[in-house]
């Protein structure tokens, strides 16, 4: 038996030794609270236990069976669930969805689609993305932060080299280290992902928005000026793209500065 299996069941073994004694209500209640905290693998050994006690019970027959389809689609619930927490209780339930998405994904290559595959391979990637950013600005001080958000960011590339986030997001690293040129290298490999816009399908415009930010930040006014220009063509309302337009404009020394800081104004 291995570590992890080892340590699962000694898991499990302690949890039913603190099930000891409740009634089935109050397991049912608190099989309730772990599905709650999608903690699923724990509300199953409650749901499980409850049903062994009586059969019949409705409660647990429908807790159960709602427990049963969620863990069949829920790996992928564990990133917005992530979402909501901050720091090290955000990474641990990242990386919980993480490696359940890899086990998903290990199935669907040899019995999937590849639209399901690639379908897997950006949430893991774009997991792995917010993992790196948690240790780039929550976990900043931690001792691991840098070498574990690197980490997470090769192992993003490895996986879905179509994906343009991790390189950005790299970009973003090799700044804070003060590799701006190893920097501009990952904004550039990134945004060749997607600039072709009759070719592939865009990231979002806010995306974009940050991807010309940080051209801007490197100093590549022309690249962030054509990023700019294209997001207004979808939407010319919105300021804080004027305004950042206005600021890019300025640095190429243009008179449409001064037109977009304008419309940043009129905009607000």
């Known amino acids: ?54 059969p019949n019970n409705v409660d647990a027959i429908n807790h159960y069976a709602n427990l049963l389809l969620e863990m069949q689609e829920n790996n992928w619930k564990y990133l917005s669930y992530a979402q909501l927490h901050t ?102 490999s990134s945004y060749l992902l997607w600039c072709d816009k009759e070719t592939v399908e865009l990231p979002d415009l806010e995306y974009r928005h940050n991807c010309a930010k940080l051209f801007l930040e490197l100093e590549q006014f022309d690249r962030a000026v054509d990023i700019w220009e294209w997001l207004l063509v979808e939407d010319d309302q919105i300021a804080e793209i004027h305004y950042f337009l206005g600021l890019a404009y300025r640095s190429l020394s243009s008179s449409r500065a001064l037109q977009h800081v304008g419309r940043a104004r009129e905009s607000c």
């Open 87 to 188: 720091g090290k209780d955000a990474i641990r339930i990242f990386r919980e969805g993480i490696g359940r998405l890899k086990r998903d994904l290990q199935t669907l290559r040899s019995h999937g689609s590849k639209e399901e595959v690639e379908g897997v391979e950006y949430q893991i990637s774009g997991a792995l993305c917010s993992v790196a950013e948690i240790y780039m600005t929550d976990e900043c001080f931690a001792e691991e932060a840098e070498s574990e958000g690197q980490r997470c960011l090769e192992e993003a590339i490895a996986l879905n080299p179509n994906d343009p986030a991790p390189r950005q997001v790299l970009c973003s690293l090799r700044m804070s280290q003060c590799r701006n040129k190893d920097a501009l290298d990952c904004l550039e």
């Open 1 to 54: 038996m291995g570590k992890k299996t080892q340590k699962k069941s000694a898991k499990k073994a302690q949890q039913q030794d603190e099930l000891a004694g409740l009634t089935i209500e109050e397991i049912i209640l608190v099989g309730e609270q772990l599905f709650e905290q999608l903690n699923l693998d724990q509300a199953n050994v409650c749901f499980t236990r409850a049903l062994k006690m009586n």
